[in-house]
């Protein structure tokens, strides 16, 4: 699957995230990480983004992470749900979810 327009998931409430993807051609993955709790996990807020974007076959795009003291396993799954809807799938699609994907 492709990035083909702008994916977003998550809202701004306390323990969750919100995260945008947006397709790029080239220049790898640009990360903008905002996070209330930065100095103490913003290490482990973007090793588990990146990761995840590699584990999604990600390469080029425009990544933001708005952090309000989400856990790892709600990070991914945002990132996950921003990136399909970025690629155009839709509710009936068989989309694989979280130890499905590649």
């Not at 990360?31 to 983004?49: F, N, P």
Request: negative net charge; proline residues 3%.
């Amino acid at each position: 699957m492709e990035l083909k327009t702008t994916g977003v998931a998550g809202t701004l409430e306390s323990s969750d995230v919100m995260v945008t993807l947006e397709p790029a051609d080239s220049g790898g993955i640009k990360l903008l990480l905002e996070s209330t709790v930065l100095k103490q996990y913003g290490r482990q807020i973007r090793e588990t983004t990146l990761a995840t974007l590699e584990r999604l076959g990600v390469r080029n795009a425009g990544v933001t992470v708005n952090d309000h003291g989400a856990l790892d396993c709600t990070i991914k799954a945002r990132i996950e749900c921003a990136y399909y809807r970025g690629c155009g799938c839709g509710p009936d699609d068989r989309i694989p979810w979280g130890g499905d994907v590649r």
